[in-house]
């Protein structure tokens, strides 16, 4: 079939065509790889930046968990330490400073009544109280040395009987004496009465009722 | 249902003198649909035939219709005015292909007083080649390689790829031969391709092109593009474009009778006008009158469907840039015609 076809176009304008298009396709390409580059480079650059972040927390938690490591191992040994002291103190501190335990007698003493002699001595205390009631170590651990208590000896003069009936109960009424046991009464002269008394000082037994010792130290 | 799907043509771009008209193609089975086509003020030979000046503005304007008018893919066929052209006939012997273009190379160096390496130069047999051996008329079309260069770069500019260039007359000639050669049934026929001031003839016969001329239909001196203000000497006013149009037919009647002695008995049955300045009715009327010829305008190919055209656009206007299109159809409508 006849088209006339002259074709004017010369080979090199169609290589420079060629050309300035593979030019704008390079280009093109170009500016994706370097789109592309950037883009990889920002989430590189974010990745690291995130990775950095969880090493440094994760260290930090590692670090942290070492400390309260040595945290809890250190109150742990205070702990045990504070435990042997207060066990110690247990076992030498006495349950009321002896003044104390003098003004509270002086102060529960009935009209009438008078001492002569009073002796105070150590002893540990005993699992029985006196109002017979089993009263448990305060620790609730068998093996704890049991703490010490205060044997009170008493000695006086009374006008009456009844006077050192009412002494007796007055002290055992009174907390922390506990296990008070008439030893003698007995007629002295000119009508008076000369008794004796022991009492136990045990903060331990806690009947109920009980008044606290009245101390200096504790308004 | 599948238009949208249908191979698209090459985007034909078809620079004039003074306005630049795009077009393309879908084909849909042995149909073709004009599926986009734009048009605007503006052309790189605006200032002169034979230069060309690329304005930015021109390439701006290329691009948008490019974008506006729903065109499609990145090669494109580029037509230009016979005034940026240099076209000849000459004889050449039988030679072999490369042979032949080497001298036709020479020929035209001669003809148009180039430097070779200045010129591109095509061929194209004329009246069927010589079956002899003896010498054989050729079409000898010449492009400046600066315009080409030039065209090529400012197409390339709005990412189009151009796959030729060829001349507006024998694009048109493309357009008119396909709705002419099954109504002459292989007699001879007449294209005249009118540009603003240049005018292509071509004169087909049965075994192809046998005649192809380019000359000047407007004096050099008028400076108006309006051939019925061109005033005559010793004529009425009303009558000047009449007369006008007389001094072409008389210059084509020329040809015709050129044509008539070489060949023998070929005077053309129809002269088919093609061109935007072919629209004029009294040319139709000159041309018939002088040459003895029925001279009528071009109007769409068998084949091709209006598509996106504006309806009231003249067919001949569009036929360079619509011929370009159709080489680059699969010539569906070309063997349905045939």
């Known amino acids: 079939m006849i088209e006339f076809h002259v074709n004017l176009l010369p080979p090199e304008a169609l290589r420079h065509a060629g050309i300035r298009l593979r030019r704008r396709i390079v280009a093109l390409a170009a500016t994706a790889f370097a789109v592309t580059l950037a883009g990889l480079a920002a989430h590189s650059f974010n990745e690291s930046r995130s990775a950095a972040i969880r090493v440094a927390v994760a260290q930090d938690l590692r670090e942290s968990a070492q400390s309260i490591d040595d945290v809890h191992t250190m109150l742990m040994a205070e702990r045990e330490h504070l435990k042997r002291l207060v066990s110690c103190q247990r076992t030498v501190a006495l349950p009321a400073q002896a003044s104390d335990v003098i003004a509270t007698i002086s102060h529960l003493l009935p009209e009438g009544v008078s001492l002569h002699a009073m002796k105070i001595s150590i002893s540990e205390a005993k699992t029985a109280a006196g109002r017979g009631l089993a009263q448990p170590a305060p620790t609730g651990q068998p093996n704890q040395p049991k703490p010490v208590t205060l044997d009170v000896a008493l000695a006086g003069h009374s006008m009456t009987l009844a006077a050192v009936s009412e002494f007796e109960q007055r002290l055992g009424a009174r907390t922390p004496f506990v296990g008070v046991r008439r030893n003698e009464v007995k007629q002295a002269g000119s009508g008076e009465q000369a008794f004796s008394l022991t009492v136990r000082v045990d903060p331990w037994a806690q009947p109920d009722g009980a008044e606290r010792i009245v101390s200096r130290s504790e308004p | ?338």
């Open chain 2, 1 to 338: 249902m599948f238009k949208a799907l249908a191979p698209r043509t090459d985007i034909a771009i078809d620079f004039g003198t003074d306005r630049t008209r795009l077009v393309q193609l879908s084909q849909d089975g042995l149909d073709a649909s004009i599926d986009a086509a734009a048009e605007f003020d503006g052309s790189p030979f605006a200032v002169s035939g034979s230069e060309i000046t690329i304005e930015p503005g021109f390439v701006q304007a290329l691009r948008r219709a490019l974008k506006s008018s729903g065109f499609a893919g990145r090669r494109c066929a580029l037509t230009i005015p016979c005034s940026s052209l240099l076209m000849d006939t000459a004889e050449l012997p039988s030679l072999a292909k490369d042979e032949l273009l080497q001298g036709a190379i020479w020929e035209a160096v001669d003809r148009f007083g180039l430097d070779r390496t200045a010129l591109h130069l095509g061929t194209l047999p004329l009246g069927g080649g010589s079956r002899s051996g003896g010498p054989t008329e050729y079409l000898l079309v010449g492009i400046r390689r600066q315009i080409a260069m030039a065209l090529t770069d400012c197409v390339a500019r709005v990412g189009l790829e151009p796959s030729r260039i060829e001349a507006a007359s024998l694009a048109a000639l493309r357009t008119a031969w396909r709705g002419m050669k099954m109504a002459t049934a292989g007699g001879c026929f007449a294209v005249l391709h009118l540009e603003d001031g240049k005018a292509g003839l071509s004169i087909m016969s049965g075994s192809g092109l046998a005649f192809h001329r380019t000359f000047d239909w407007k004096p050099a001196s008028s400076g108006e593009s309006q051939a019925d203000w061109i005033p005559v000497d010793g004529e009425d006013p009303g009558t000047a474009r009449v007369f006008r149009w007389y001094g072409l037919a008389e210059e084509t009647l020329q040809c015709f009778r050129h044509i008539d002695r070489k060949l023998g008995c070929a005077w053309p049955s129809q002269l088919v006008l093609t061109g935007p300045a072919a629209t004029d009715p009294a040319l139709t009327t000159a041309l018939s009158s002088v040459c003895s010829v029925h001279a009528l305008a071009v109007g769409l190919a068998p084949g091709v469907l209006q598509g996106v055209l504006d309806p009231m656009a003249a067919p001949c206007t569009w036929s360079a840039a619509l011929g370009s299109a159709l080489a680059g159809q699969s010539s569906g409508s070309g063997r349905r015609a045939a």
